[in-house]
């Protein structure tokens, strides 16, 4: 089975300072793996995903992230944190279950703060 | 395109009251899903369906009942609210179930108080 584990459930940083949001995953086949942002009170939208082909993945607003085998992890960076990065965001993992179709699963989410 | 749809935005019930959740997408898309987004839980899945006529369980089932009679709506009832079930639920659609790499587009949400 498939699951992901984001550590803590708040961040706060400075703008201009790095963001580093953590995300590990587990999954008995090659995953796919994805970052949603939620900001305040809207739906979650795409930010970047992971499909097996470049393991650096650049997304939209600046963020990437480095799929790691080796450490079962998917974490997200961007160099300076601006205060519209302020939201939560959520990890997620996909795989193909066998005779049934994929399934998304998400982490618990990480909520930014963005210090002036 | 306007997307995913959902209505209502708000809505408060009394325990034991029934209520259908709304949900539209015109995008053409075959895969669409229920979520309820709970503090600290993420989004954990309720019923998904892969296209007309063809719904499954989630992770979350209990208490829902989903139908798609068409491929643009997928409404999610609650047939006896529970104050177990007061949350933000979440619709989404995607363009294909079978490859799990595809987009879930996400709707605006219902935020629902079961009192």
């Known amino acids: 089975a498939q699951s992901v584990t984001q550590l803590g459930s708040h961040v706060s940083v400075s703008e201009g300072a790095l963001v580093l949001l953590r995300c590990n995953y587990s999954s008995s086949v090659p995953p796919y793996l994805f970052w949603y942002v939620q900001y305040p009170n809207q739906g979650l939208q795409l930010l970047l995903k992971y499909t097996s082909a470049a393991t650096l993945v650049k997304g939209i607003n600046g963020f990437e992230a480095e799929f790691k085998k080796s450490e079962t992890s998917f974490h997200l960076t961007k160099p300076s944190a601006h205060m519209s990065d302020a939201a939560e965001y959520f990890c997620a993992v996909s795989e193909r279950t066998a005779g049934a179709n994929s399934k998304l699963t998400f982490g618990k989410g990480i909520t930014l703060s963005v210090r002036p | 395109n306007a997307g995913v749809t959902q209505t209502p935005k708000f809505q408060v019930l009394k325990t034991g009251q029934s209520m259908t959740l709304q949900c539209a997408q015109d995008?053409?898309?075959?895969?669409m899903s229920w979520y309820r987004q709970d503090p600290g839980m993420g989004l954990r899945l309720i019923h998904y369906?892969?296209?007309?006529?063809?719904?499954d369980q989630g992770e979350v089932p209990n208490g829902y009942n989903v139908s798609r009679s068409t491929t643009e709506d997928f409404p999610l009832r609650l047939l006896s609210a529970a104050p177990s079930q007061t949350s933000v639920y979440f619709c989404a659609s995607s363009s294909d179930s079978l490859y799990a790499y595809y987009e879930q587009y996400f709707g605006p949400g219902t935020r629902l108080t079961v009192t």
């Open positions: 995008m053409n898309h075959e895969y």
């Open positions: 369906s892969v296209g007309a006529g063809i719904t």
